[in-house]
T-cell receptor, first 110, second 116 residues
Framework: GQQLNQSPQSMFIQEGEDVSMNCTSS?????WLWYKQDPGEGPVLLIA?????ELTSNGRLTAQFGITRKDSFLNISASIPSDVGIYFC??????????FGSGTQLTVLP | NAGVTQTPKFRVLKTGQSMTLLCAQD?????MYWYRQDPGMGLRLIHY???????AKGEVPDGYNVSRLKKQNFLLGLESAAPSQTSVYFC???????????????FGDGTRLSIL
């Protein structure tokens, strides 16, 4: 099946710093999604990407759909304490089922 | 503004017991999904449904059964629970298939299931 490699697994950053995480796939995806999960809750959609090369922003978050359709990155600028959580990438190919990355645990230090 | 609601939120079972997890959505979505989430791993698709009365296998279907008798409900059953099924289970729904237009999946808050 399709495999997603998400990195880094965890990050510790100072409040105010920028953050970058990425996902790569072994196969081509038609859709890339980025979710955030807070403790005890389900994933919440942050950004959805549907076209290769697409660059989309949502407030301090920016994500891009790689030209090769096998990768995507998420940037968070000027991090704040409420950014703490687990960030998941997810991709969908021809089967139209979501494959999730293993997540990036983000900790923001005051 | 309920969205996707899962019940129960927590449950502890003994090996061999059976139980059913309920997922209800009030968004009139056609598509519903059951995932499991294990430590250090992303969500893995167990079963999904593309409409009332239909179900299909996902990535890890063994040991689970599902039913979609009503459009708004998607049930996940464990006939004989095993310790390997200890996990957090998430239900999701969407109005269209993933990747078709701007209609991503919406998730519930999860059911934490422990099998002793």
């Amino acid at each position: 099946g399709q495999q997603l490699n998400q990195s880094p697994q965890s990050m510790f950053i100072q409040e105010g710093e920028d953050v970058s995480m990425n996902c790569t796939s072994s196969s081509i995806f038609n859709t890339w999604l980025w979710y955030k999960q807070d403790p005890g809750e389900g994933p919440v959609l942050l950004i959805a990407l549907y076209k290769a090369g697409e660059l989309t922003s949502n407030g301090r978050l920016t994500a891009q759909f790689g030209i090769t359709r096998k990768d995507s990155f998420l940037n968070i600028s000027a991090s704040i304490p409420s950014d703490v959580g687990i960030y998941f990438c997810a991709g969908s190919g021809s089967a139209r089922q979501l494959t999730f990355g293993s997540g990036t645990q983000l900790t923001v230090l005051p | 503004n309920a969205g996707v609601t899962q019940t129960p939120k927590f449950r502890v079972l003994k090996t061999g017991q059976s139980m059913t997890l309920l997922c209800a959505q009030d968004m009139n979505h056609e598509y519903m999904y059951w995932y499991r989430q294990d430590p250090g791993m992303g969500l893995r698709l167990i079963h999904y449904s593309v409409g009332e009365g239909t179900t299909a296998k996902g990535e890890v279907p063994d040991g689970y059964n599902v039913s979609r008798l009503k459009k708004q409900n998607f049930l996940l059953g464990l006939e004989s629970a095993a310790p390997s099924q200890t996990s957090v289970y998430f239900c999701a729904s969407s109005s269209r298939p993933t990747g078709v237009g701007n209609q991503p999946q919406h998730f519930g808050d999860g059911t934490r299931l422990s099998i002793l």
